[in-house]
């Protein structure tokens, strides 16, 4: 039967991390998989032309995250957070500065949504965030073990919208994202939403790169979540050889820390320090003075990650 056995691999929130993305790459090719799509976000991190390059050759469909609008917005003009003065802005700017025009017009010229068809199998929807927006989120509302990593990550909002009227707009049988960082598949009536997880830049408690594989068997789509370990000291060197450990500051710390421990660290430190700057009386917590974002930074605990109380609301 035609499109029997096919296997589709779908990479996401790559975020410049080239060891991690060769080491995806090597496992697909161990698979034999078939074909390759990227749900965004390849850009950031301290090899972000060379992630552009490289999933701009191999992936047959490409979708925007929002980190390529960060970078990139349609309209071409230079991104208001690279323009922004400030430590705070620091590692937005020295991530910007690396990109060449020539990839920054390639980022621009990415969909936010994309069909996947390929002969004998369903169509499958692919998009960065949710059907509703590039940086909005799906969630695995019946799946209890993936909300406890949402929870962990500080992702889990007071009430978890259901799945189903997120993806009511959704005509395609199945539904691939990115964006939250964690892998998660659900099946949801007659079709199947599935979380591709991260390759570069997990947040699910393991520090390996992950993807997925979409097989089709010749009736439905499944879906197979890998884990695939790579060698995280050329990360390591990468941030303190290129400048960018120096230069990004303690985003860029926390940055490494995530990488390195496969916990939220960049957002624990956010919500430390946007706490104390609205504790102080400062609301716009995107434009912190320097004293500011080097107070809450200097108050933050980097040996034990924050775990929400049971009682404390995301």
């Known amino acids: 039967m035609v499109g029997t056995h096919l296997r589709l691999a779908v990479l996401s929130d790559v975020h410049g991390n080239l060891p991690a993305l060769e080491s995806v790459l090597a496992d697909i090719h161990a698979q034999g998989v078939d074909v390759i799509a990227s749900a965004g976000d390849t850009t950031s991190g301290t090899w972000a032309e060379e992630v552009v390059a490289r999933i701009q050759e191999l992936a047959r469909w490409s979708v925007a995250g929002n980190h390529e609008r960060y970078y990139a917005p349609l309209d071409g003009s230079t991104p208001a957070t690279v323009r922004r003065p400030g430590q705070q802005w620091a590692p937005q700017r020295w991530c910007y500065d ?165 916990l939220a660290w960049t957002v624990a430190l956010l919500r430390h320090v946007n706490a104390h700057a609205r504790d102080i009386g400062w609301e716009d917590v995107g434009a912190l003075p320097d004293e500011l974002w080097d107070e809450g930074v200097a108050t933050f605990d980097w040996q034990t990650y924050p775990e929400l109380e049971t009682s404390e609301k995301p």
């Open 98 to 262: 690396q990109l060449s025009g020539a990839t920054l017009k390639e980022l621009r010229q990415l969909p936010e949504q994309a069909i996947i068809r390929l002969d004998g199998a369903d169509p499958i929807r692919l998009l960065h965030g949710a059907p509703s927006g590039i940086a909005d989120h799906l969630y695995p509302d019946k799946e209890a073990a993936a909300l406890v990593h949402f929870r962990r990550a500080f992702l889990l909002p007071d009430q978890v919208p259901p799945l189903r009227a997120a993806i009511a707009a959704v005509q395609e049988p199945v539904v691939v994202c990115g964006h939250t960082h964690i892998p998660w598949v659900q099946s949801e009536g007659d079709r199947l939403v599935v979380n591709a997880g991260a390759v570069g830049l997990p947040i699910n408690g393991d520090a390996r790169a992950q993807y997925v594989i979409l097989t089709w068997d010749g009736i439905r789509w499944g879906a197979e979540h890998r884990a695939v370990p790579y060698n995280l000291d050329r990360v390591r060197e990468s941030f303190e050889t290129t400048g960018y450990l120096a230069e990004g500051g303690a985003f860029a710390r926390a940055l490494l820390r995530t990488i390195e421990t496969g």
